[in-house]
């Protein structure tokens, strides 16, 4: 339900633009909202901004995180401690060395990791640290993908800023070459709602780009890290219970843990 909520609340969000730049009067779209000069600073700038702040190969995380928010649903802890869980009945019925034949078989990267983990290190330490190690890159990715989001929120607004400057520029100097006497009055009033125009749309673009979506992208970003960070937490748990042959049972338990009551109730009805 997570991407449905992302892809309703950017149709949401997208009505109520148009329907606040149409002319109630008239019924016609206010063209003064559509200009290719002020969304090219505003874009045209962010986007530069993105490329001097961040190294060409952490720029995949735009496109990584556009998609994301609109086609990823949150990791499913239950599924996760289900998973487990069988693991465990087939490791106390066949060996460890069922698990191997599972590897290839398990759709999760990160417990296919871990599983592989276990049947390499026979030393907890060694195993825990590098479970924890790989644990701790996952969320220094999804960490730098944020920040990235983040700071294309705060450029965007300065960017819609300077376009204002920008705008104000061209209203202040608009014929300034030519004598004042020689100016005609409509082509000075037409340089000065030209750089109006420009000078207010710029900063419309801005706000609108970084609050309906660099901002809550981050946002969106973050609720899904957590929601897989927590079941890679329950997998490292399960992988330690899984090596010490823990009963399925208690392998169950000690993972529901880390889960809601109403998840708890979702395992316990078997859906």
């Given at each position: ?223 899904l890290s957590e929601a897989e960070l927590l079941k890679n937490e329950v997998i490292i748990k ?5 090596k010490h042959t823990h009963s399925p049972i208690l392998v169950r338990e000690s993972l529901l ?15």
């Amino acid at each position: 339900m997570s991407k449905s909520a992302t892809i309703l609340g950017l149709l949401f969000g997208l009505i109520i633009l148009l329907l606040s730049t149409v002319d109630p009067q008239t019924g016609k779209f206010i063209d003064a909202f559509l200009n290719w000069q002020g969304l090219l600073v505003v874009l045209g700038g962010t986007f530069a901004a993105v490329l001097i702040n961040y190294p060409l190969s952490q720029l995949s995380c735009v496109w990584h995180g556009f998609s994301k928010v609109l086609w990823s649903e949150p990791s499913d802890v239950s599924q996760t401690i289900e998973r487990i869980e069988d693991l465990s009945h087939q490791k106390l019925k066949s060996g460890i060395l069922v698990l191997e034949k599972q590897i290839d078989q398990i759709d999760d990267p990160f417990l296919r990791f871990s599983i592989s983990q276990m049947l390499i290190y026979s030393d907890d330490g060694l195993l825990m640290a590098s479970l924890r190690n790989s644990q701790n890159q996952i969320n220094l990715r999804h960490q730098q993908c944020q920040e990235l989001f983040h700071n294309m929120a705060s450029y965007a607004p300065a960017f819609g800023m300077m376009g204002t400057v920008m705008g104000l520029i061209i209203m202040m100097t608009a014929h300034a070459s030519g004598s004042s006497a020689l100016v005609d009055s409509e082509d000075m009033l037409a340089g000065l709602m030209s750089g109006m125009g420009l000078a207010l749309v710029t900063t419309f673009y801005g706000v609108l780009f970084a609050n309906l979506l660099f901002v809550p992208i981050a946002g969106k970003l973050k609720v899904l890290s957590e929601a897989e960070l927590l079941k890679n937490e329950v997998i490292i748990k399960g992988v330690q219970n899984l090596k010490h042959t823990h009963s399925p049972i208690l392998v169950r338990e000690s993972l529901l843990t880390f889960v809601n009551e109403r998840t708890k109730e979702k395992l316990a009805h078997g859906y």
